[in-house]
């Protein structure tokens, strides 16, 4: 039974990468109702800020939960994901650049400083309930 919810978080991590990776802001191309969508959500910088943020705590949850098991050190664990974390945020960038033709610049380093804060509070949130599960488990 523990293979099988393995499995299924597996699953989930590998759709919510492969999700990130895909450029879906050139999908914005193909349908005007996308387009619409894709620059309302999408048109502040802070939105912008905000999503790649929240992107990357979400993946850094799915990997310390998925990794908390195989990790019996924090630091390893911590070490872990963020290491993942800096890996897509990379390759999700450099998809990009290569999507849209452009040059690198700061936009995309600050994106991946975003992605690593996001990271942090996704790892600092996971923590601070695999605490409480623990405590209430009885465990600590």
Known sequence: MKTH?????????????I??????YSLR?????FQAFFDWAFQS?????????????????????????FHTSPRRLC???MIGVVLVAVAQEGIQVSAEQIRR???EVFDIFVDLNGGLL???LYRATAR???????RL
């Open 5 to 17: 919810g393995t499995a299924l978080r597996l699953i989930l991590l590998l759709g919510w990468v």
């Open 19 to 24: 999700g990130m990776l895909v450029p879906l």
């Open 29 to 33: 191309q193909m349908s005007p109702s």
């Open 45 to 69: 910088h802070f939105s912008h800020v905000l999503m790649h943020a929240f992107l990357y705590a979400v993946l850094a949850v799915l990997l310390a939960i998925l990794c908390a098991p």
């Open 79 to 81: 070490a872990f994901v």
């Open 105 to 107: 610049g700061t936009d």
């Open 122 to 124: 996704g790892l600092m």
């Open 132 to 138: 409480r599960w623990q405590h209430r488990k009885g």
